[in-house]
């Protein structure tokens, strides 16, 4: 006899439906630890959030525990057309008057023009040494005033540097490309003065300073009569002439004399960088930036206040349905809020520096737990007592302040041994577990069904064999009676 290859054909029961409900009811364990393990993800997933508000609240308190924080200095000055001024973390306050009496240039030469910016020189190489001139006439009331008198060259050690023309670049633009591509710290450029021999070279130091000057020589007449210039000579027989002199920065702050190659001015005010733009006197004044405190005190009251906000959304109940959520009741968390809120609410910083709580600087818990901050008072007492503002979150001696403590309390919540640490190792442990019975039920439930469906088996084929059986013997009773009857 043929076996069954589906359930129910032989027997005509609803096998399949049946061994459908078995499988839903046997996996009804499945849906509990399902269920479990959604709770804890939820739970993982929470303290989560929870380690990252910590994390932004720890950085503002860093922020606050660093001394530099409370030292930040800006500058401003009087007239910006005359310098502009920018601040280092070394900077301290003052005042200063600050004269700029000239400006840094760069030299630029212009050489005698050409008719042709294509047409072949010559070839060789040009050398440029780079220097200082001395000499140069700078009293008004001199008849020689704006000239160099027995001028005399000091060339720098190591600085000379050459650029070879060859046939390929020896016209105009080819010896204008070749010192460009040379990068020697001169720019060369061709300019246009629209006459008969309009076509001019151009050549301008990189960098500004009075030892920047050009002394240039070739090892070709040709390029010797084009671009040859020693600022020793009155006369350039070459026709180079000198444009632009290279000069330094003259001023003075204060009254003491400043000399700069540059100029942007480093340090000639401790800490400060100045960038001047034009002749003449402004004041300078620096001073403690205030606002970069405040703005570090804004962000820890803001970074606290997020780590509450999100803390009321995880332990809230709905007043409708009466269920909580994630983290309701949950004592980790609540153990979190109160430890900081404990460090918030002593006092810390220094007794020598006047104020010794966050009342005293304008910041107060509301009724509802967060933190806000009175603005007038604040300001108040950054600029009539900084340094007590600074004792007050960075602390003093072995007395840590507010950001400190701060700092502290949240690097052993999250240590090996932090509550935050071991709720969430205790989850992802629970985890684990959850999904080893979620395995070994899985398995006990696959085996079940296999039995069930191999019982199923059997029984419909059983039942077909009885029903075969029966269909024969109803079969033999009809021809029975029918031969009886036939008799009759």
Do not use: C, W
Request: charged share 15%.
């Amino acid at each position: 006899m043929a076996s069954i290859t589906s359930l129910g054909v032989g027997s005509g029961l609803d096998l399949n439906t049946l061994l459908t409900k078995l499988s839903a009811a046997e996996s009804k364990p499945l849906d509990l630890l399902k269920n479990k393990q959604a709770a804890y993800q939820a739970k993982v997933s929470a303290y989560g959030n929870v380690k990252s508000m910590l994390a932004a609240f720890q950085a503002s308190a860093k922020k606050l525990a660093d001394t530099a924080t409370f030292s930040v200095t800006k500058a401003s000055v009087g007239s910006t057309e005359i310098l502009g001024a920018a601040t280092a973390s070394n900077a301290t306050p003052g005042s200063y008057t600050v004269n700029v009496k000239s400006l840094a240039q760069a030299q630029s030469l212009v050489a005698a023009g050409q008719a042709s910016q294509t047409r072949a020189i010559g070839t060789g190489t040009l050398v440029f040494d780079f220097g200082s001139v001395s000499g140069y006439d700078e009293d008004p009331a001199s008849p020689t005033y704006g000239t160099y008198v027995n001028p005399a060259f000091s060339a720098t050690a190591d600085a000379t540097k050459k650029v070879t023309i060859d046939s390929s670049n020896n016209t105009l633009q080819g010896i204008r490309d070749a010192i460009n591509k040379a990068g020697i710290g001169v720019t060369a450029s061709i300019a246009n003065d629209g006459s008969n021999t309009p076509y001019r070279i151009v050549l301008t130091s990189d960098k500004t300073g009075a030892a920047t000057t050009m002394r240039i020589s070739a090892s070709s007449p040709e390029l010797q009569g084009l671009l040859g210039y020693d600022p020793e000579q009155a006369n350039q027989p070459s026709g180079v002439r000198e444009t632009v002199r290279g000069t330094n920065a003259n001023l003075t702050i204060n009254g003491m004399a400043v000399t700069s190659a540059s100029n942007t001015v480093a340090d000639a005010a401790q800490g400060v960088t100045l960038t001047l733009n034009k002749v003449g006197t402004t004041s300078l004044s620096v001073t403690r930036d205030l606002d970069n405190v405040k703005s570090a005190v804004q962000a820890f009251v803001s970074a606290f206040n997020n780590l509450h906000n999100m803390a009321g959304k995880l332990t809230a109940v709905d007043s409708t349905t009466k269920t909580g959520s994630v983290l309701t009741g949950d004592g980790v968390l609540r153990g979190i809020q109160t430890k900081l809120r404990n460090i918030l609410n002593a006092s810390a910083g220094s007794a020598a520096g006047g104020i010794s709580n966050l009342a005293q600087i304008g910041l107060s818990f509301q009724k509802d737990g967060s933190l806000a901050i009175d603005d007038t008072k604040l300001s108040k007492a950054l600029k009539d007592n900084v340094s007590g503002v600074t004792r007050l979150f960075v602390g003093e001696g072995k007395a840590d302040g507010y950001a400190k403590q701060i700092s502290t309390a949240i690097d052993d919540l999250n240590g090996d041994k932090g509550a935050l640490k071991l709720a969430t190792d205790g989850l992802d442990k629970s985890l684990k577990d959850l999904q080893k019975d979620y395995t070994k039920t899985q398995d006990n439930i696959n085996a079940n069904m296999e039995r069930y469906r191999a019982q199923f088996a059997k029984l419909d084929l059983v039942v077909q064999r009885m029903n075969q059986t029966s269909s024969y013997l109803t079969q033999q009773f009809n021809a029975i009676n029918n031969t009886n009857n036939n008799k009759n």
